[in-house]
């Protein structure tokens, strides 16, 4: 099972949580896995088809828009990332 | 001169040639046309700091005769090379010229009347910048460092940096950087310091409540250091002034709390050229990078759009630990010093994130967008929509 880290912003989505472990062997499945899980996280970061373009997932340290995007293949010891744009700085 | 140190001087003046001032002179322009590949010539000042600062000839490098032992050698390693010595009158290069024969340098050469006869000659000789004696003093520990040194920190009192907001991250940043020396910080701020700033904005304090935050900032930065000139911008950033006030600057450390700003800041950043040192903050975790234009990639390549209001992150719950935006905005300083100075590898291209909780740094790798409405192939960052504030909260 892959291990998926949230932003802080998306944590209530899954009971608070900072870390969770999914199922599946891409991400697209990794999502759907967590999705079903918590519907909340969906409409927070995939409301539509696509993935949204306010938020950033990473495998390990490489953004997947730059790998093959929800087709990137997950393995069992990997880490993915949630991240969403920030803005607070005051 | 007693009769020892004559005799001192008659032994080096044996051993020594010297040349006169015109023959020098003379090998130098030589040297010079010859171009920097072929350097045969070593010219070297071994008079005390304070007759080098008064000026010297150029190209000269300066080893006082006092460490001439001790530094020669990182100075000049290559022992077959000529080296040419002088000091002000052509005595004391003699009897340096003497020690350096026993270091094993092969070609030693004592310039003839020294520095009062290349002067008396009208030759040309350059008068390096100097510091005074309460700069020497205050930026003691950066002259130490040989990265910074005086040449460093001449770049730093040169320097111009622009803090978008005076809040939590541009607090512990403008302090840093007026610390550092950076001699121009602008401060662009159009609210005013209110109780519930305090827990983290540490560039105000409580007699200051009501008082705007550009010119709290001021006060502060001036009490601490008065080699820097704070520029006041009592105004919000928009589509009418973002061109005229980021053009005078040299790097902006970004430090404001609403995505349309930073959005028309990273296009108006990517016109003028100029980089931005990112941080954002959220409860326990921070967030910092460095957008350089065009060499790494801009904040539109790594959030092409903000979230929409709906799925906003909610602002109601934006809370943040007051020591976390320090945290994150002594490292944009870092950063903007690093960028200001050359040195180091700038966080352009990674995002470092910060979790307090778990007391961990972590690093993503960022990639520039080749469709990138900004800054890719066919992108024009003159006329991509601002958006509207999606956390409208006060700050």
């Known amino acids: 099972m892959a291990t998926v880290r949230l932003a802080p912003v998306l944590r209530s989505s899954v009971g608070g949580s900072k870390q969770v472990n999914a199922e599946g062997s891409n991400l697209s499945e990794v999502l759907a896995d967590l999705y079903s899980r918590f519907p909340a996280l969906k409409e927070q970061i995939q409301p539509e088809e696509s993935l949204s373009r306010f938020i950033n997932v990473y495998i390990n340290d490489q953004d997947v828009r730059f790998l093959q995007g929800l087709e990137t293949s997950v393995g069992p010891n990997d880490t993915v990332i949630l991240l969403p744009a920030m803005a607070g700085g005051r | ?131 005074s004696e309460a700069q020497a003093k205050r930026y003691s520990r950066h002259l130490l460092v040989p990265e910074v040194g005086e040449e ?137 990078t460095v957008f350089k234009p065009y060499e790494g990639p801009c904040y539109r390549c790594l959030y092409p759009e903000p979230p929409p209001m709906a799925l906003a992150p909610s602002c109601a719950e934006a809370g943040v630990l007051g020591v976390l935006p320090g945290i994150i905005g002594i490292l944009q300083a870092t950063e903007t010093i690093k960028l200001l100075l050359g040195i180091g590898d700038p966080l352009v291209g990674r995002m470092m994130t910060y979790d307090a909780l778990a007391g961990e740094f972590n690093e993503l790798r960022l990639f520039r967008d080749p469709k990138c409405a900004a800054c890719g192939e066919n992108g024009h960052p003159e006329n991509l929509p601002t958006y509207a504030d999606v956390c409208a909260i006060p700050a």
């Not at chain 2, 024969?101 to 050469?109: F, H, R, S, T």
């Not at chain 2, 622009?162 to 302090?175: D, Q, R, T, W």
């Open chain 2, 152 to 288: 460093g920190q001449f770049k730093l009192l040169d320097s111009r940096v622009l803090l978008i907001g005076a809040g939590g991250l541009g607090s512990p940043a403008a302090y840093y950087l007026a610390a550092a020396g950076v001699g121009t910080i602008g401060i662009i701020d159009a609210d005013v310091v209110d109780d519930s700033n305090l827990q983290r904005q540490i560039l105000h304090n409580t007699q200051r409540i009501g008082q705007y935050k550009a010119e709290s900032a001021r006060e502060t930065i001036e009490a601490l250091n008065p080699d820097v000139k704070v520029i006041t911008h009592i105004e919000r950033l928009d589509e009418s002034n973002v061109a005229r006030i980021i053009a005078d600057y040299d790097v902006i450390l970004d430090g404001t709390d609403n995505f349309p700003t930073r959005y028309l800041l990273n296009d108006a950043a990517l016109i003028a050229n100029k980089p931005v040192v990112h941080g954002s903050v959220f409860r326990f975790e921070g967030q910092l």
């Open chain 2, 1 to 131: 001169m007693g009769e020892a140190s004559r005799e001192i001087m008659r032994q080096a003046r044996r051993q020594v040639p010297e040349w006169s001032t015109p023959q020098v002179n003379e090998a130098m322009a030589h040297q010079h046309e010859a171009g920097r590949e072929n350097q045969e010539i070593v010219l070297v000042d071994v008079r005390e700091k304070h007759e080098w600062n008064e000026g010297h000839i150029p190209g000269a490098i300066h080893v006082p005769r006092g460490y001439l032992e001790l530094q020669v050698e990182e100075a000049v390693p290559e022992k077959d090379k000529t080296v040419v010595l002088y000091c002000a009158g052509g005595v004391r290069s003699l009897m340096a010229g003497a020690t350096l024969q026993q270091m094993g340098y092969k070609n030693v050469v004592s310039m003839a009347g020294g520095f009062g006869a290349w002067k008396g000659n009208g030759y040309s000789f350059v008068q390096p910048r100097t510091m």
